[in-house]
């Protein structure tokens, strides 16, 4: 059996170990980091997406030098309006990420292809029997025991694809849900890269963790379709599933993933509650574990035990949000709490996906037209 001693293993070469590996090499490079990931590249093959004011000014020079396309601002369309919202968009390509990473560490601390067979606090076993001597161990390898959390799920399914002439798209559309609402709550990304190609992605929220990737593909055909355009060729493509949760056991949850093992990302449960979304989790995790000095296991897991679990009780607005959206509404008019949130004050839209919002903002979605009942604003 061979050995390999480092400060720090990363279980988990996707977003959230990848960022954690960055971070953390930049801080302190003088010690010794590894980064496991069971595939042969880094970051799987995603179009990670977030907005400007998602993240922080720490967390956006992190993610920047990552960045492949930008747009100035974003649209969103529903059936009752279109507006434009002048907030910077980015989209992360996952090659460029594998790239980043290896251009970033040292060729012998990033081990693909490679599985984990045992983990501990401080230390792991790989099936080809490879041990991991570690000072500390973190467990980035995507969710723990699902069934202890109440779950819908965000499912999507995307394709850039080239068209046969120029398109007039300029800014991003984060959401489409103008087309077929009668059909439940999905919706149309798009993402125009250059004069002749575009990122379509078809979005559905079902209780079910299903994916059919012909029903999505041919969403995205008829999507084209509408605006009469015609497509010579399709390229990369991503396909997920993502938990949206409106409840659940966090505590029993956390110690599915390991107890004692520190964990982050999914395995944490770090998303955003209505979008799923964890690309501003996983850069806010990365700077907290590169600015920490001890990194032993036991400190590691207190740090990200603590972290993560007021994370989970701060969101509580947002499952409920997500739970009267998905499950106290029909499939049909599921969209309506997005349409209503996107006619409220910008500020109050990023402190929404930022997952800041404070006593007025729940009130202002509890007033008039806003989806949620008064005394949500009050539980905060």
């Not at 960055?22 to 595939?39: D, N, V, Y």
């Not at 989790?281 to 007021?310: E, N, P, V, Y």
């Not at 701060?314 to 029909?330: E, G, I, S």
């Not at 402190?351 to 009942?373: E, N």
Request: hydrophobic share 45%; charged share 25%; aromatic share 8%.
């Amino acid at each position: 059996m061979t050995g390999v001693a480092c400060d720090l293993a990363i279980i988990g070469g996707g977003l959230s170990g990848g960022l954690i590996a960055m971070a953390a090499r930049r801080a302190q490079p003088e010690r010794r980091i590894i980064l496991i990931e069971a595939a042969p590249s880094l970051g799987g093959n995603h179009l990670w997406s977030f907005i400007d004011s998602d993240v922080g000014p720490a967390e956006k020079a992190l993610l920047q030098p990552l960045v492949n396309y930008g747009w100035r601002e974003f649209s969103v369309v529903f059936p009752r309006y279109k507006r434009s919202l002048p907030q910077p968009f980015y989209s992360i390509r996952s090659d460029r990420f594998d790239a980043a990473l290896r251009e970033a560490m040292p060729a012998e601390s990033i081990l693909t292809g490679r599985r984990a067979a045992g983990v501990s606090p401080d230390g792991l076993v790989l099936e080809d029997g490879t041990l991991i001597a570690a000072h500390g161990v973190v467990d980035a390898r995507g969710p723990a025991d699902l069934s202890l959390l109440d779950l819908h799920y965000r499912k999507f399914v995307g394709y850039e694809l080239t068209l046969d002439g120029p398109h007039s798209v300029r800014r991003a559309t984060l959401i489409d849900a103008a087309a077929d609402p009668a059909e439940g709550f999905q919706y149309m990304m798009m993402l125009p890269i250059d004069s002749d190609r575009l990122f379509i992605e078809d979005v559905r929220y079902e209780a079910h963790a299903d994916l059919d990737m012909t029903d999505h593909g041919n969403r995205i055909v008829n999507h084209a379709a509408r605006f009469g355009w015609r497509i010579r060729s399709s390229a990369r493509g991503q396909a997920g599933i993502v938990p949206v949760a409106v409840g659940g056991d966090f505590e029993n949850y956390w110690r599915s993933g390991g107890d004692g093992v520190a964990k982050v990302g999914l395995r944490a449960g770090l998303f955003h509650p209505v979008s799923g979304n964890s690309l501003g989790d996983a850069a806010r995790t990365a700077l907290l574990i590169a600015q920490a000095k001890d990194w032993s296991g036991a400190a590691l897991h207190k740090m990200l035990h603590a972290h993560a679990a007021k994370a989970w009780a701060k969101r509580d607005y947002y499952r409920r949000f997500a739970r009267r959206m998905l499950r106290d509404t029909p499939a049909a008019d599921s969209y309506k709490f997005l349409e209503a949130l996107y006619t409220m004050d910008t500020d109050l839209i990023a402190r929404f996906h930022s997952m800041t919002l404070g006593f007025t903002d729940r009130l202002a979605l509890s007033l008039g037209d806003g989806p949620m009942p008064l005394g949500a604003a009050m539980k905060g």
